[in-house]
């Protein structure tokens, strides 16, 4: 009896020790087989789910399904009651699970299954003991095994209700964290709609992917027609990176004329070429720790693509005459209102460049696509010419913003704030601007221009009649240098005016000057 007591205090305090569950399942098994004349001891718990006893001292993939009445288990949950099977009939059930359960019982003839239930009869698993010619009233009668099974069960409860605890704490604060991120994207979102304004859900998504562009180094490739924004997406994702403090630097490949383009890029070293008279760093290193922004990159010359594409894979780059490379940490954003694919079919783009370029591809819908975001685009520049000159209107009517509505702004948001400040400037202080302030016809001429080539628009020698043409590339250079040139006569040669009227950054139209030989005079 002082025998049986010091045991049973022993393996009490052995399974009070066990700090898993895992732990405890194996411990109890093992002191039933020391100690009780049983080959064999299993305890099988239920899954996750609930739906199917796990066997974890076998074959991971052994399950018994609970709903399976074709093995026993199913059957002494089903009734919680345990019962004794021999050999003989488990072979005859024919059960794969079951078979393997015997098999590697040591020799076994007989098997005990018992339920394993909490005090409030919630069902943990069950016990099934193998022996050879039990008796298994005897086993099981003992006080030792009934004392056994008692801290058995209520240690097996107690480390569920744990583990139970700390599921729930590592569910709430994964939710909490993601409440956190959801948050801090929501306020992030609300910070860039004061700058890249628009309520449309196609707004609410560019900025979305604007915050998630910033999270990553990834290279962003933004697209979009001239004038819907792809310059404040470009600051947006510098703003909202970790190289925010970095340099922003901002390179038009369409305004730099090709032969300069590389050496604005790579610099150059003090007598690298007759000239050279001191050493140029280069933007690729000025853009070291920030954000390197390559605006209109589809005008980017070929032989130069060959040069990004290699300095984008090592971040190494060579200036001109250096001996050394020189490394520069720069994140890319890249963007162009030109269709990209239709340049790389041309071969006038290298496809390895695009697909290197944008790896985070954005794209900004044109302003027609999203007339829902009209109404606060115009206020935000009336509020900003206010905020510029002083005094202004008031606001717009609503008759001016269902006129508004009606256009197509072939030069998107930079067309509308064009045509908003200039009715600022014919509206009377502290009234809405009018259906009559809104000046949409110099646009609507362009238009036209562009729809009816043949219809006389373009008065300049040198363009082609439409049945004449047989390059297309040349003819439209001639095309656009055409209205290039009626536009700087239109504005007396006020270059700010005409790129203005057109769309264009005046950068771009300084270099489109240049290339087609179109003089300030037109
Ligand atoms: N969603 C917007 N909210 C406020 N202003 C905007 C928005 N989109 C564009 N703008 C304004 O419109 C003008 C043109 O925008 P931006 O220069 O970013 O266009 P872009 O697509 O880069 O043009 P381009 O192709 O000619 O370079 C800028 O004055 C810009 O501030």
């Given at each position: ?268 070293t003090k007598g690298a070429f007759s000239g050279a008279d001191a050493a140029k760093e280069g ?240």
């Amino acid at each position: 009896m002082q025998m049986e007591l010091h045991t049973g205090i022993e393996l009490a305090v052995d399974l009070i020790r066990q700090p898993d569950r895992t732990a405890l399942l194996a411990s109890a098994t093992a002191h039933m087989e020391r100690l009780f004349g049983i080959t064999r001891g299993w305890l099988l718990e239920l899954d996750a789910s609930g739906r199917a006893l796990i066997c974890p001292r076998l074959d991971a993939a052994l399950r018994f399904e609970c709903d399976d009445f074709s093995h026993p288990f199913s059957h002494v949950l089903r009734e919680a009651q345990p019962r004794a099977l021999s050999s003989a009939s488990c072979a005859r059930l024919d059960h794969a699970g079951l078979t393997a359960l015997f098999e590697a019982s040591r020799g076994a003839d007989s098997i005990w299954i018992q339920p394993l239930m909490q005090d409030d009869k919630r069902t943990l698993g069950i016990l099934v003991l193998c022996g050879q010619d039990p008796v298994w009233d005897a086993v099981i009668g003992q006080p030792l095994f009934e004392g056994m099974l008692a801290v058995l069960v209520h240690q097996w409860a107690a480390h569920l209700e744990r583990d139970d605890r700390v599921w729930q704490q590592r569910l709430l604060s994964r939710s909490l964290n993601s409440m956190k991120d959801t948050e801090s994207e929501r306020q992030k979102n609300a910070l860039l709609a004061e700058s890249l304004v628009g309520p449309s859900t196609a707004m609410e998504d560019l900025r979305g992917q604007i915050i998630r562009a910033a999270g990553s180094q990834l290279s962003v490739l933004v697209q979009g027609e001239t004038g819907c924004g792809k310059d404040l997406v470009a600051r947006g994702i510098h703003e909202f990176s970790d190289r925010k403090d970095g340099p922003f630097v901002v390179v038009n490949c369409a305004a730099i004329p090709d032969s300069l383009l590389e050496n604005e890029l790579f610099g150059h070293t003090k007598g690298a070429f007759s000239g050279a008279d001191a050493a140029k760093e280069g933007l690729l290193a000025q853009a070291d720790g920030g954000t390197l922004f390559l605006d209109e990159i589809g005008d980017m010359p070929m032989a130069l693509q060959s040069k990004l594409l290699r300095v984008l894979e090592t971040r190494q780059f060579r200036p001109l005459g250096a001996r050394e490379e020189m490394h520069s940490n720069f994140r890319l954003v890249a963007a162009t209102h030109q269709p990209l694919q239709i340049r790389i079919q041309d071969g006038e783009f290298r496809r390895d460049l695009f697909y290197r370029l944008s790896q985070f591809p954005i794209r900004v819908l044109p302003l027609r696509d999203r007339p829902e975001d009209l109404e606060l685009l115009c206020r935000h520049f009336i509020h900003g010419f206010r905020e510029r000159e002083g005094n202004g209107p008031l606001g717009i009517s609503s008759h001016a913003l269902e006129y508004l509505k009606q256009y197509g702004f072939p030069g998107n948001v930079r067309e509308l704030r064009n045509v908003i400040e200039f009715a600022c400037l014919q509206t009377p202080e502290h009234e809405d601007i009018q259906v009559e302030d809104l000046r949409l016809d110099m646009m609507a001429t362009q238009e036209t221009a562009v729809a009816e080539p043949e219809a006389g628009y373009i008065p300049q020698p040198g363009v082609p009649a439409m049945h004449e043409i047989d390059d297309l590339r040349a003819a439209s250079q001639a095309f656009e240098a055409a209205i290039i040139s009626a536009r700087l006569r239109q504005f007396r040669g006020n270059r700010a005016q005409a790129a203005e009227s057109l769309g264009l950054p005046k950068r771009t139209l300084a270099h489109k000057c240049q290339k087609f030989n179109v003089s300030e005079a037109g």
